[in-house]
């Protein structure tokens, strides 16, 4: 029967089962296969460190995303040259060493371990919807293995690329920017007993001696002090020289005699050339002003170091052969109170370069200069003076008590009913008066707009929002939808300062002169001007490489100019206390040494300095190892879109 011929198989199959040989056969094959496993782990050469390891790799990864290859780990003892066959089996020591782990589960000595807050960096990651936990942030800290920059001579402590460069200046008279074919390869150091910047406004009245070790202004000039010393610091008498009864007095004096100005309403920009320490600028910003202090660079006297030095915007600028790197119809008021510049000669030249940045309808102040000894000579050229500005069309509104003001007309009427012969001529059609990187001055006065672009700007502060007439001049792709783009970036910029201030503590860290290395429509200065949370001043930088929007940016009442990146910054070392660049790098990667521009940054920035790089993802691979390189302590932060967004910021810090 088959069912009983089944049962007897199944009890056989049961007994050989409970058999002790068969029970021993089994036992023998696990133990040889767990021994060989054993064998086969403990013969590889190298531990594997990253599968415990293997989530938070990950992790960092998902923020950081390098795309450079990680540190590799110090070489290890081998007994055999390490050409010749795999890497010797490390020794127990190995296991005991402590340090950091990498990416790919390796550890590295060379690592740095940057301070930060975690207050800030908690926010800052709730911020950002991207999910980023502190950890994560932590993980972003490490060097990569470029190395560092070395540090300059001590002697280039002070040092400008672009006008103290020895063996470019030496083929020529001038004391214009002329720069070297290689920028610098090292970092520019700080002077000895470098400090802490004083804080505005308390900077308008002193600052620190240590910050500028040289200078020829603390001796009396013509009998009156510049500045004084007292104790480690330099302190500034309202007046000075420039002002023997204050500054307060003579801007009084200038709105009294001719009311029209009104200072932050009317007149919002202003430029002071040979500026002394900023002095005239410094006292304008109380009446809401911002007023651009230039001067040539003078070895001797730093005149736009201390200006800087104060909070006050100011930039070395030479004022020979070539165009001030600002665009036409720029400032609403021009102000020379001792700039020893003979207006009149070569055919009034430099006169025509004023006239050029002045607004149509904007003002032009000049002190009478009598000195008692050449009262003849003086009385000569001020004839010469009023004949030129006559020519110019220029109208003398006031004069009297040591001021003279005139005043730019407002069109091209009474240039034309000159006669064909009357000299300076009108600028040809073919003149471009925005085109201003390297271009020489033109002996001729420059066209204004026959539509009035330039001349009806509104008043202060709702120029600042208002979309400007020359936005539609601007040589760019996008027409019908300018206004809206500029609508949109104004928005956009005021709620990204919003968040800078909240989310880095931007109150705390007493911000005030700051830089837009990529400005556009001027959005992010006109944000700061808006919120008066900080008190600081932003210089807008237009690169060459893009359209040119200085007009959009003088026409909102913000300062600028006109800047090639591929080349040093026309300032002191240490003038900045933020650096703000969007979409910089990635603009410039084919046109400009991309360290460079980092290695200039540094220059510029103040120790205790911030910046803020916003980019796309492989740039920002790029550039934060090159932030490094530099000695900065920089951290990485997803974009508002969140982490699977090509746009990262990274957030840099100088450290004192």
Known sequence: MPSFGGAASSSDHISLAKSPAFLKFVALTLLSLSIFVLLRHFSDPTPNFSSPLSNLTTTVNAVAKPSRPPVSPPPLPTVSPPSVGPPARPTRDFLERTGIIDENGLMVLDFIIGDYDDELLETVGNASGGGTDRDEIRGI???????????????????????????????????????REKGLDCVVPRPKGYSFRVSWPKSRDEVWMSNIPQTSLVDDRRGQ???SKEKQVYLFPEGGSDFPHGVEHYLDQISSMVPEISFGNKTRVVLDIGCGVGSFAAYLAKRNVVTLSIAPKDASSNQIQFALERGVPAMIAGFETRRFMYTSQAFDFIHCSNCRVNWTNNEGILLLEVNRVLRAGGYFLLPEQQPVDKQETSLEQWKEMEDLTDRLCWELVKKGEGIAIWKKPLNNSCYFNRGPTAKPSICGNDDDPDDVWYVNMKACITRLPDNGYGANVTGWPARLKYPPDRLFSIKMDAILSRREIYRADTNYMIDLVRGYINAFHWKTLQLRNIMDMRAGYGGFGAALAENEEIDCWVMNVVPVSGPNTLPVIYDRGLIGVMHDWCEPFGTYPRSYDLLNAVALFSAEKNRCNISNIVLEMDRILRPGGRVYIRDFTPIIDEVEELTRAVGWVSFRYDDSEGPHSNWKLLTCEKRM
């Open 141 to 179: 800290v490490k060097k990569g293995k470029l190395g560092k920059f070395g540090v300059c001579d001590q002697s280039m402590s002070q040092y400008i690329p672009c006008l103290d460069s020895v063996e470019v200046l030496s083929k020529f008279n001038s004391s214009e920017r002329h720069c």
């Open 225 to 227: 002090i510049v500045i």
